[in-house]
């Protein structure tokens, strides 16, 4: 764990799903992006202006959710993450 917090600390931005990397870079003192599906990253997300957070958001027709918990992933977009690096950076 020590050698991956070591790492961690010399990127200059982390880019990941709600895991302990996410949560270990923001410790180390690493910038994050933080992908969230059916979690709230901001009540689940690493603290601090130098941290993002970039939220799924589900589909809905009607009133009937278009994929389940398990498809939210897939419902972030490239161009939110690619704006996410660009305000990181």
């Known amino acids: 764990m020590l050698g991956t917090a070591a790492l961690l600390q ?3 931005l982390v880019i ?14 690493t910038p994050t992006i933080g992908l969230f599906g ?10 601090g202006a130098e941290h993002r957070v970039v939220q799924a958001l ?10 389940g918990p398990d498809g939210m992933m897939e419902q972030i977009r490239v161009e939110d993450v690619l704006a996410a ?4 950076l």
């Open 85 to 88: 690096i660009e305000t990181a």
């Open 38 to 47: 059916p979690t709230d990253g901001r009540r689940r997300g690493a603290y």
């Open 58 to 67: 589900p589909q809905h027709r009607g009133h009937h959710l278009m994929s």
């Open 16 to 29: 990941c799903g709600d895991s302990p990397l996410l949560h270990l870079a923001a410790a180390v003192g």
């Open 10 to 12: 010399r990127c200059d």
